[in-house]
């Protein structure tokens, strides 16, 4: 499965949005991938994983499990592992940082794949990556259905993507005017409880 395969999945699933939107890293983007559109489909969510599983295997070989940042990696996390036939578990936000809770625990010297949706700065999947150190797991690699920085994205570990785009986003004080005159969308999880 290519990029464009895996956009004509966003795409017929009403999943490529255009508008106004702050992301989670607070950058501000005129798209949004609203990957649950593309997720509630089981049969799209299983083409899409498989082929992540897949691709993860063919680059850095078998894995032990695999482990996401709630909330948008919990589904494509379960799904991509259950191809991978490993265990899945996620990492949730606790006081501001993401911790693994709920008795989730990883064994000395399994061999952790990090499962995030999309992936845009990085910063998310960095410190979801530090959250599986911090509970003793060794994250051999990174694994994403789109990586939107077109390759940009550093996550300290190789990051396999299913999909690579390269999407604008700006700083709060740098909006292009046109982008500054719609009304703003804050879709994701990580400013919920504030
Ligand atoms: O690479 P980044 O700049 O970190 O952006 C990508 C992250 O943003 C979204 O999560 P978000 O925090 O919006 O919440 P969600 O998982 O509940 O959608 C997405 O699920 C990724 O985790
Ligand atoms: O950067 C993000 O927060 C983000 C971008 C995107 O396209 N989709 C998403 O769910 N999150
Ligand atoms: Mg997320």
New binding site residues.
């Given amino acids: 499965m290519n990029t464009e395969d895996v956009l004509n999945e966003f795409r017929d699933a009403g999943a490529l949005r255009e508008g106004h939107f702050v ?3 607070g ?1 501000h983007s005129p798209v949004f991938l609203q ?2 559109l593309v997720f509630m489909d089981g049969a799209r969510c299983e083409r899409l994983c498989k082929a992540l599983a897949e691709k993860i295997v063919a680059t850095v070989g078998p894995v032990d499990v695999a482990i996401s ?5 919990i589904i494509p996390g379960y799904e991509t592992a259950k191809h991978l036939k490993v265990r899945s578990m996620y990492v949730e936000r606790e006081g501001g940082g993401f911790k693994l809770r709920r008795g989730f625990s990883v064994e000395p010297g399994e061999k952790v794949v990090m499962v ?13 990556i530090a959250a599986i150190q911090a509970a003793g797991g060794e994250v051999i690699a990174a694994a994403c259905i789109v990586d939107r ?1 077109g390759g940009k ?1 550093d996550v300290g570990v190789p990051l396999v993507a299913l999909a690579s785009l390269d999407v604008p986003a700006y700083p709060a004080d740098a909006l292009p005017p046109e982008l500054a005159a719609l009304p703003v969308e804050d ?4 400013r ?1 409880s504030k």
């Fill in positions: 992301l989670s890293s950058l990957k649950n940042p709630a909330v948008g990696g995030e949706d999309i992936v845009t700065t990085g910063l998310s999947s960095r410190e979801c920085s994205a879709p994701g999880s990580r919920l």
